[in-house]
């Protein structure tokens, strides 16, 4: 079965098929955090889902690059086009720190938890502040195309030349052009200084309170949230490449004004496949701080929010997030959570008994077990090739944890498998749950574990000696570096203890 995939823009499943012509590299860009505040379970779900299509590609054969930005400017709250403060701007004010700052502190700690959901890596992982230059060179050329235009410092595409000149607008978020010349009509009170009110602005003045600005053709200002995506998934894929993802959040306005902008500077769209993850719910409702119905992925792993009684592990999590398609709302519940940590430990059991199994000489047997363990192996990389279907792939995974229980309670006699067929059972379960679903093996956290309270030992070693000569402000520095790193130090009269949140 060849690759099929949900194309948003479309509304279709359809065969994948890369552009380039030799059909092995595959350019995908997904849109990443905008680092002003600790990454939340919803983004989690988002970048999890995002893993195993970049997974499951790498499985398949395919050179994959892929790239997924930084958002460290530019990102305002509320109306985008209004030159209002920043959210990093807001945040910097409020912890009393350089903007540049709250980006490396939240940036730090959306790696950490990247890392501790066992994602991979990115290829490229580029930030806004880092491709200006860019940015400005794509708001000249789509002047230059008569796409957008300046008034009073800031520059806007014209949306309205796009509708007018049928290119397209709207077709990803399924807005027809008459509901968007509605909207423009019903909110024209708010045009401003836009010639439209569905213009949007791809370079936006600086007000007086903005701190982070940099000097263009059109004054001081900085770009426009859509501009960035834009910008560096061009740069770095070309003009059209083959896959772009996010949220389903963001398809309007975000990737609809990427689709716009890309046609303004270059006359073509950018995108072959475009790929949305469905929201993550928690109890069945939207998660909303100001509810309190909202759990951060610190409180998750440490067990200390209010709404669960203990804590779960980050793969419990990504096992969870697993067990429904990426286009599904998924409800997250203490049950479901309960549920998926089981099942997990069940996974974890079966995968340590059939490493256990050992491969007999005989290789005559062709029993129908051997039919069946091949044919519910091929299902499960069936759903896989399905658009990516995780929740049915684990079905046929369990289908098959659970003959790897009746060999390890002599139900079945491992020895009426065939040598081959017990090999390629071996081989393709740790591609399946190690490599594509990325759950990490047990034995690895251990050691991970291991090394972690190793160095420990060893930083609290030099805190005690800095303790020790009295030197409190280095002890002070190794605690506060700690804290920053999730790691809270305790101390008493008897020990020095260590807790990681």
């Known amino acids: ?100 700052e709250i980006v490396q502190k939240y940036t730090n700690l959306f790696h950490e938890v990247m890392s ?58 399924g807005k027809q052009t008459e509901d968007l010349l509605q909207e423009s009509r019903d909110n024209l009170k708010n045009q401003g200084e836009k010639n439209h009110p569905t213009d949007f602005a791809i370079w936006v003045k600086a007000s007086p309170s903005h701190i982070m600005r940099w000097p263009s053709p059109w004054g001081e200002g900085f770009p426009g949230w859509h501009l960035e995506c834009s910008a560096m998934s061009t740069k770095y894929l070309g003009d059209t490449f083959d896959i772009h993802g996010g949220g389903m959040d963001l398809q309007f306005p975000h990737h609809e004004n990427e689709i716009a902008q890309n046609w303004g500077a270059c006359s073509c769209k950018p995108v072959h496949y475009w790929i949305h993850g469905n929201m993550l719910v928690l109890n069945g409702k939207k998660m909303s701080k100001s509810d309190g119905n909202y759990i951060m992925p610190r409180e998750l792993f440490s067990g200390t929010s209010p709404l669960l009684s203990k804590a779960y592990s980050p793969m419990t ?90 060999m390890k309670s002599g139900l079945i006699d491992w020895t009426s498998i065939s040598a081959n067929t017990l090999i390629k059972l071996k081989k393709n379960m740790k591609s399946l749950v190690y490599d594509i679903l990325g759950l990490q093996n047990e034995s690895d956290s251990s050691h991970n574990k291991d090394i972690l309270s190793g160095l420990m030992d060893l930083i609290l070693d030099f805190r005690r000696q800095a303790r020790e000569e009295k030197n409190w402000a280095k002890s002070d520095e190794i605690r506060i570096k700690l804290e920053s790193l999730g790691i809270t130090v305790k101390d008493s009269k008897e020990k020095t203890e260590w807790v990681q949140k």
């Not at 680092?35 to 379970?41: I, K, Q, R, S, T």
């Not at 309205?160 to 709207?170: A, C, R, S």
């Open 1 to 100: 079965m060849s690759l099929q995939i949900y194309n948003s823009l479309s509304r279709n499943v359809e065969e994948f098929k890369p552009i380039d012509p030799k059909g092995i590299s595959v350019g995908m860009y997904v849109c990443g955090p905008t680092v002003y505040n600790e990454v939340h379970l919803g983004n989690c779900r988002t970048f999890v889902s995002f893993d195993i299509i970049y997974r499951y590609l790498l499985f398949k054969g395919y050179k994959v690059r892929y790239v997924r930005n930084i958002t460290d400017v530019g990102h305002l709250e509320g109306d985008v086009d209004s030159g209002a403060e920043s959210k990093i701007d807001q945040r910097a004010r409020l912890e009393q720190l350089e903007p540049m």
């Open 116 to 173: 501790q959901l066992n994602t991979l890596s990115p290829s490229i992982e580029p930030t806004a502040t880092g491709h200006i230059v860019e940015q400005i060179e794509m708001v000249k050329k789509i002047i230059e195309n008569g796409y957008a235009y300046e008034k009073n410092g800031s520059v806007y595409f014209n949306t309205k030349k796009l509708i007018e000149e049928q290119k397209g607008y709207g077709q990803l978020s």
């Open 317 to 406: 999590l990504r096992f969870f997030m697993l067990q429904a398609h990426y286009r599904s709302t998924l409800n997250i519940t203490e049950e479901a959570l309960q549920a998926a940590e089981k099942g997990l430990s069940r996974l974890r059991e079966a995968m340590i008994h059939l490493e256990e199994v050992k491969i007999h000489e005989n290789d005559a047997i062709n029993s129908e077990l051997d039919t069946h363990i091949n044919q519910v192996l091929q299902n499960a990389f069936d759903e896989l090739d399905n658009d990516f279907n995780t929740a049915n792939a684990l079905a046929h995974i369990f289908g098959l944890v659970s003959e790897i229980n009746k």
